[in-house]
């Protein structure tokens, strides 16, 4: 695939798949666009040029390869194995913070070592999107000096690879996580004592996803809590919290800084473009949706949260 | 006991009780001043006049009735009877959200009737904490034209005495619960959608305590979300609603109006003192709490949620 270099892009790396999704409320998706990755990717290039690193088998829609590249998303870091695309299968509760995993098959995944395309390497902004710390790591390796970079984890790691994730903490100035994650990772059910054992292992900047009831954003002493766009249906809230990061790393890459004042302006659109993601199934609403649409609701997020100050 | 007329004056009836408390991480707290009508009125008395409608034994404390008394809360309708305070025991689990009743006993509650003194049925403010809503009715029975009305209630009457509570919503313009409650009323999981049936039975405004994450506020077609204060340690969460209620209702009465920027910022004062009665058992930390602490959180809170509005 050809290279493109672009001033202030966004590097990704993570899984890329298709799922298939069931939910109590909206039915069946089979073989949908699915990963970590992906929504990521699509949501960041809402706002910035962004670079994905990741891998598909040979079966993965020519089509969807097409609309990443209209996006502006490079794919000379995405590989193209012989073989399947990742598989995950899903099922959502009624309560849809709940779902069980019915399937997985890691198939192309299954081995795979990101590298990335030299063009990469002096990525200014790279997110780490949730997959095993080592693989993490080896992409971190690779960038020369990065101004932000950002990582995702997941329950798994956290019981299974626990020192390797610690090792790449350390490294790791931004973490996105949830509330789930965050209570495993620190032992404590409190999200203040749970954020300040999460930053003493490295971290000097934590999102906790809550799904529902928002973000929580600690930044040295300071709390920034964001709540949720009011949505009236949650169609599938799959890739709802990386679309969340790839809104606020997409945001961030764009403006060039990560100051206090843009990342809460990030963590707003990243609440945002999580909100339309989670209205349709896979990346169905991301398809149609414009700057314009998130820029409308930007603004009620604004009066959904502000009052007088004094 | 005295009766003096306060113009703006905030009328509340409901429960003046003797708690038992025991929590996992803090032991416990025995015969400890507690109710929700006491709970409301300590907390809204840092904002305005209180007149407190009830009913205790003659066991209830002298100094606690004095402390009413210098914090302004008028105790004319509060009737002593001979016999026993209402009495609660409860124990939390170690999830704050959770907790078991002990033991209960209404003593004294039992068959009590609600008469408001002449003084208090010219109040433009009255809040019907949560007591039966046959009795709630009775005291809005006795005012006479209120400028705001706001009303509690819980699983209980829900369960037990649905039509009445139907026929007191139809009179309560201001409903503010608890998201277990809202979810149990409208028999929606979602709250937009819970929002929408309840204000359907009348309230033309509902406020949706959810602990931890805050409070969701509906008018009309517009929502407002306020976090909750982040607490390294809730010690004791008992009374944390009836405070932020009684906060939101304090305030508004001393505003002396319920205008859309008054509400919310109500709400955020309703928040802070609930923030500050969570940090210690009963109303511990209501009894040092001053207007410049209430003050300086105020605007922690403004910082805890502001960004760019463009």
Same mark, same amino acid.
């Given at each position: 695939m050809a290279e493109t270099k672009k001033a202030g892009a966004l590097v990704v790396v993570g899984s890329v798949a298709i799922d298939t999704i069931e939910t109590e409320q909206g039915g069946r998706a089979t073989e949908v666009l699915g990963g970590a990755a992906t929504y990521f990717a699509v949501a960041a290039s809402f706002f910035t040029p962004v670079q994905l690193v990741g891998v598909v088998g040979d079966d993965f829609p020519k089509q969807d390869l097409d609309w990443f590249r209209a996006r502006g998303?490079?794919?000379?870091g995405l590989e193209v194995r012989t073989g399947r695309t990742m598989r995950w299968t899903g099922r959502y509760h009624e309560d849809m913070n709940v779902r069980d995993t019915l399937s997985f098959e890691a198939n192309v995944f299954d081995g795979y070592m990101p590298t990335l395309p030299a063009?990469?390497?002096?990525?200014p902004f790279v997110f780490l999107a949730n997959i095993a710390p080592a693989l993490q790591a080896r992409v971190l390796d690779q960038v020369k000096s990065p101004r932000l970079v950002g990582a995702d984890t997941m329950n798994l790691w956290i019981d299974i690879a626990r020192p390797e994730l610690e090792q790449l903490l350390r490294r790791v100035p931004l973490l996105i996580i949830n509330d789930e994650e965050a209570r495993l990772l620190s032992? %404590?059910?409190?999200m203040i004592r749970a954020a300040r054992k999460i930053m003493a292992l490295g971290p000097t900047s934590l999102m906790i996803k809550r799904g529902e009831y928002g973000v929580l954003y600690f930044s040295g002493d300071t709390v920034f809590s964001a709540p949720a766009y009011?949505?009236?249906?949650?169609f599938d809230p799959t890739g709802a919290g990386d679309t969340f990061a790839g809104g606020v790393m997409g945001y961030l890459a764009a403006a060039g800084d990560a100051s206090a004042a843009s990342v809460r302006k990030a963590i707003v659109y990243g609440s945002v473009v999580a909100s339309f993601t989670v %209205?349709?199934?896979?990346?169905e609403r991301l398809r149609t949706l414009t700057r314009d649409d998130i820029e409308r609701r930007y603004r009620e997020f604004v009066s959904l949260t502000s009052f007088d100050v004094g």
């Open positions: 998303i490079d794919l000379s063009a990469y390497c002096d990525a032992g %404590e059910r409190n009011p949505l009236e249906e949650v %209205e349709a199934f896979s990346l």
